[in-house]
C-alpha cells in the first residue's frame, strides 16, 4: 500500500521560508517521479514542481520558479519542497504525488497522493 505523509506546512509572514516534506512508503521510490501541487480555496488544484527519478531533472511553475526547489534524498525515501520568499497567494494546500516514469505537469497522471499540508501565508 503505497502512503505519502506531508509535512512542514504552517503559518508564515509574507518573505518568509518554510521546507516541505513528503516520506513515501509502499513504492519504488528510487524510480518515482514525484511532485507538489497544490490547491488554494476555490482554486483548482495546480502544479508546483516535479523532480524526475533520477534526480537531474526538475521542473516548475512559472510563479514558483527561483522561490521554490525541489529535492529528493532516495536513501530516505523523502522528496522536499524549499519555499523561499514566500507570498500571500501561495497560500494552498500543498500535496506530495507520485508517479513512474517521465516528468509530468498533470496532475491526473500522478497515480499516488498524499493528504496534503496546510501553508499559509499572510501579508
Known amino acids: 500500500q503505497v502512503q505519502l505523509v506531508e509535512s512542514g506546512g504552517g503559518l508564515v509572514q509574507a518573505g518568509d521560508s518554510l521546507r516541505l516534506s513528503c516520506a513515501a512508503s509502499?513504492?519504488?521510490?528510487?524510480?518515482?517521479?514525484m511532485a507538489w501541487f497544490r490547491q488554494a480555496p476555490e482554486k483548482e488544484r495546480e502544479f508546483v514542481a516535479t523532480?524526475?527519478?533520477?534526480?537531474?531533472?526538475?521542473y516548475y511553475a512559472d510563479s514558483v520558479k527561483a522561490r521554490f526547489t525541489i529535492s529528493r534524498d532516495n536513501a530516505k525515501n523523502t522528496i522536499y519542497l524549499q519555499m523561499n520568499s514566500l507570498k500571500p497567494e501561495d497560500t494552498a494546500v500543498y500535496y506530495c504525488?507520485?508517479?513512474?516514469?517521465?516528468?509530468?505537469?498533470?496532475?491526473?497522471?500522478?497515480?499516488?497522493w498524499g493528504q496534503g499540508t496546510q501553508v499559509t501565508v499572510s501579508s
Open positions: 504525488a507520485a508517479r513512474y516514469l517521465r516528468l509530468s505537469t498533470t496532475g491526473d497522471e500522478y497515480g499516488y
Open positions: 509502499g513504492l519504488a521510490f528510487s524510480r518515482a517521479t
Open positions: 523532480i524526475h527519478w533520477k534526480g537531474a531533472d526538475t
